[in-house]
């Protein structure tokens, strides 16, 4: 690992740490050449995914996208960041287990608003006007109202069955 004080290639882990996450490795390090203290962190690489977009168009996947849209939606909401981190991961990880490679733009929208569903309900209204396009209140109301009906599973708990 290179220094980021000198340069220097050789270094000397002196300390390992497994994240609260277990996703990743914190590695404290001492540079051979100047003495530097520095953290590096060591994770599991992902196949990437693309996405498929409504117009038939594919990009890449970006979780800076998927982590913003959900953070814009839990704005003032009091939803820490660590769950949202988490709900993030946890969106991803199901993306890649349900569809592999290639996901289409409205099946993440569709999990998302799931997670945010369990999670938090002004933030999944305030993510599904995004998604969905509302263009005026009616919209709102419906969903407000189809919200009242939904059975609210909480974010935490596993599916026991699956219907539909």
């Known amino acids: 690992m290179q220094c980021p004080k000198c340069g220097c290639l050789e270094d000397k882990v002196i300390d ?12 404290r ?4 050449g100047c003495g530097h203290r ?3 962190y060591e994770e599991i690489e992902r196949a990437s995914i693309k996405v498929q977009k409504r117009d038939g168009r594919t990009e890449q996947f970006e ?29 991803i990880s199901d993306l890649e287990h349900t569809f ?7 099946d993440i929208g569709i999990a998302v608003m799931e997670k945010l569903h369990s999670l938090d309900e002004v933030a999944y209204v305030r993510y599904a006007s995004v998604y969905r396009q509302f263009q005026d209140v009616g919209e709102f109301i419906d969903t407000i109202k189809a919200l009242e009906r939904k059975v ?11 219907f539909g």
């Open 100 to 106: 592999g490679r290639v996901v289409a733009s409205r």
């Open 63 to 91: 979780r800076s996208k998927l982590l913003g849209g959900i953070m814009k939606a839990c704005e003032k909401r009091p939803i820490p960041l660590s769950t949202i981190e988490r709900l993030t991961d946890d969106i």
């Open 29 to 32: 390090r001492i540079c051979q």
């Open 152 to 162: 609210k599973v909480h974010a935490e708990q596993g599916t026991l069955f699956k």
């Open 38 to 40: 520095f953290t590096t």
């Open 16 to 27: 390992s740490r497994q994240s609260r996450d277990g996703l990743s490795i914190r590695r």
